[in-house]
């Protein structure tokens, strides 16, 4: 189920604009990736051209190559919504559809893949990836009650859930933890540790204790110079980038000498 | 700054200054502005009620082709909802199709156009609508009128005979669809686009197509919007004149389900405007009557349609 991703040479462009400028790197599969550097550096941008999330905002585009498995996802033969049911995404803010009840939630992506699912299977299905986000035990008894009624740690949770749901092979996370309290934040770095045995994910964070925490390898952003496109610095195995980076702009950032 | 300034006195009087007196202004052109709708809605009200009370029991005579006030203003009142509603199962469709195809289909540049000329539609007058009813679209239709009494005459709205000059329900209700599309339409258009990106986002990140992410995303959402917007769009429908006026060929206040015939139900505003101008001053007064009744009709459907909006926000709240 999980894959790895080959990125090469991809520039990211808003117009023409360009965001991310030439980035390399391969993520592993069954492991997790994480992405650090400053605000505005592309970090975000290039995670939501993995699963072609990019080019949602008009005159966004790409140029580059994205090869999830062997099949390059900017092809133009593949079709930009089969790449999304395979790589899910949870986004910086908990977005649960707001009329639909936690169960729905959760199968909303089940439903846009299979037309009908049947009773028994959509329980179970449901009842499976609650329990993989940690989130079952807590709404078991109101599963029909709106998802916006939970706590916004409960809600990234709920996120989760429907994302994995479809069973994707590679997770997307914009900063899932950013609009979380510590101990929500906790609940669900627990939860990339346990996700990890079965999914391929990748999380762009602010936070460095956190990237450090829960990630194998880590990518560090910056923008060459103010105005110029952001790129990556450096890609490494997290406990190297955290003690011994190869990169001294790396350093300062871990460090806090930023600048 | 002035030294003078620093002095306690001087200071105090600054803090206790005219900013307020500005405030109170505001605050008293605000509460003017605001119970000035309530003033005019209310002389509206009073006024219907006073001059048109005689109306409700006035000589048999004038109630034709009934006896009495009921089935007069009944019989006006069903014409006036069924073209009313025939305009809005017409024209919501519509309005909401090329209100997501502005927000979400059309590249920037054709949306802008496109949304310029569809406000333009509400800049033509009634009775030019009206005319061009008449004159223009009413003979185009009436093939259309023929094949749908020919071929689903079986269904009750489509029986009897068809109408010669096309001058129908049918055409009353399409003529009102396209003058009412603008305003529900701008509603729509409005809500839409106000959609989170954060939802959108959401249902695109699942694999959702762009209909489906329209439907999960969108549609629940902008529905209390939709609501809104057929309401405004009804309440035009309800009150049109001219067009109403021009285009149908009503036989007075009756009740049939037949859209094609020549013998079609009068509107009340229509039919207003049809006998106010006679010289027959207690029909006037059951004309005002008649007002009353489509006036608090207007005030009904508003307050249902702010109820249901109200009900949908709260379920998922």
């Known amino acids: 189920m999980a894959k790895s991703i080959d990125v090469s040479d991809l520039n990211i462009y808003y117009g023409d604009f360009l965001a991310v400028e030439g980035v390399n790197m391969t993520v592993k599969a069954r492991s997790v990736t994480a992405f650090i550097g400053p605000s505005g550096c592309g970090k975000s941008t290039f995670l939501r051209s993995l699963n072609r999330m990019h080019e949602v905002i008009p005159g966004a585009r790409v140029e580059g190559k994205v090869v999830v498995d062997g099949q390059s996802l900017y092809d133009p033969s593949v079709d930009p919504v089969a790449v999304r049911r395979q790589i899910g995404m949870v986004f910086q803010r908990p977005n649960p559809f707001p009329t639909m009840s936690i169960y729905d939630n959760v199968l909303a992506g089940k439903r846009l893949n299979a037309k009908k699912v049947k009773k028994s299977e959509a329980d179970a299905l449901v009842e499976k990836s609650l329990r993989g986000a940690n989130l079952w035990s807590e709404v078991k008894d109101r599963l029909d009650k709106p998802g916006m009624g939970l706590s916004g740690g409960q809600q990234q949770r709920l996120c989760i859930a429907r994302a994995i749901a479809v069973e994707p092979e590679v997770l997307l996370m914009d900063e899932p933890c950013s609009a979380l309290d510590p101990i929500s934040t906790s609940a669900i770095e627990d939860l990339i540790h346990e996700l990890k045995s079965d999914y391929t994910i990748v999380i762009v964070t602010h936070n460095m204790q956190q990237a450090a925490r829960v990630s194998d390898d880590t990518g560090f952003f910056n923008l060459k110079a103010t105005g110029e496109p952001g790129h990556l610095v450096e890609f490494n195995p997290t406990k190297k980038m955290f003690t011994a980076p190869d990169n001294d702009a790396t350093e300062a950032y871990i460090s806090g000498r930023f600048g | ?317």
């Not at chain 2, 605001?34 to 109306?55: C, E, K, N, P, W």
């Not at chain 2, 405007?273 to 009353?292: K, R, W, Y």
């Open chain 2, 1 to 317: 700054m002035n030294l003078t300034t620093t002095e306690p006195a001087e200071v105090s009087d600054t803090l206790s200054g005219g900013s307020q007196r500005g405030d109170r202004v505001f605050h008293g052109l605000a509460f003017a502005a605001g119970a000035s709708i309530m003033v005019a809605l209310a002389g509206v009200f009073i006024f219907l009620a006073i001059r048109g009370a005689a109306g409700f029991s006035a000589a048999t005579g004038l109630y034709q082709p009934y006896t009495s006030f009921v089935p007069y203003a009944a019989g006006l009142l069903f014409g006036t909802a069924l073209v009313a509603v025939l305009a809005m199962i017409i024209a919501v469709p519509f309005a909401v199709g090329v209100a997501l195809f502005l927000t979400h289909y059309a590249p920037r540049p054709l949306s802008t156009v496109i949304a310029y000329l569809i406000d333009l539609l509400a800049a033509v007058p009634s009775v030019v609508f009206g005319l061009w009813g008449l004159k223009a679209l009413g003979p185009a239709l009436l093939p259309i009128q023929r094949w749908l009494n020919e071929h689903l005459g079986f269904i009750p709205f489509f029986a009897g005979e068809v109408s010669a000059t096309g001058r129908t329900v049918f055409l009353a209700a399409i003529v009102l669809a396209i003058m009412v599309l603008p305003i529900t339409t701008a509603i729509c258009r409005e809500v839409f686009g106000q959609t989170p990106r954060l939802h959108e986002e959401a249902a695109l990140a699942l694999g959702a197509t762009r209909w489906e992410m329209i439907r999960y995303a969108v549609l629940p959402h902008s529905r209390s919007g939709i609501i809104a917007g057929t309401m405004l769009g009804l309440g035009r429908a309800l009150g049109e004149t001219m067009a109403v006026l021009l285009v149908l060929n009503a036989s007075g206040p009756k009740i049939t389900w037949h859209l094609l015939t020549s013998d079609n139900p009068a509107t009340i505003a229509s039919n207003i405007a049809q006998n106010f101008q006679g010289e027959n001053i207690d029909l006037q007064v059951v004309l005002l009557a008649t007002g009353l009744v489509l006036f608090v009709f207007t005030f009904l459907v508003n307050f249902a349609a702010r109820w249901v909006v109200i009900r949908s926000e709260r379920k998922f709240q």
